[in-house]
């Protein structure tokens, strides 16, 4: 067994750390995908789609979009890769990658 130096501790709370941040931005990009999935469901709830024009609509795509550059970003700092594979699990829009890493106007 090797002596832990204050090296080895630190990187050790780096990593948890980094864990941490993925796991609650993950948790953030769940919830704004939810959220944009909800509304689509309840506006489209009649014959027709929800409208991409709606005001409301397009702040929970950028709020999607805001949560998406977060988490991917986290997770590249911290050496994963494999962008294209969380895509896909988190079924995420096209129009949400599209707005990612967009600068939002205040």
């Known amino acids: ?35 944009l999935d909800t ?12 409208d991409s024009r709606d005001p409301q609509r397009a702040r929970l795509v950028d709020a999607a979009a805001y949560a998406l550059w977060n988490f991917v970003v986290q997770r590249e700092c911290s050496g994963f890769r494999g962008t294209e594979q969380v895509l896909k699990n988190y079924a995420v829009p096209v129009e949400v990658r599209a707005k990612m890493g967009a600068i939002r106007p205040r």
């Open 1 to 35: 067994m090797r002596l832990r130096t204050g090296q080895d501790v630190l990187e050790y709370e780096i990593r948890q750390e980094q864990a941490a941040t993925i796991g609650r931005l993950a948790r953030e990009l769940r919830d704004a995908l939810d959220a």
């Open 39 to 50: 509304f689509n469901r309840q506006a489209g709830s009649g014959k027709t789609a929800a």
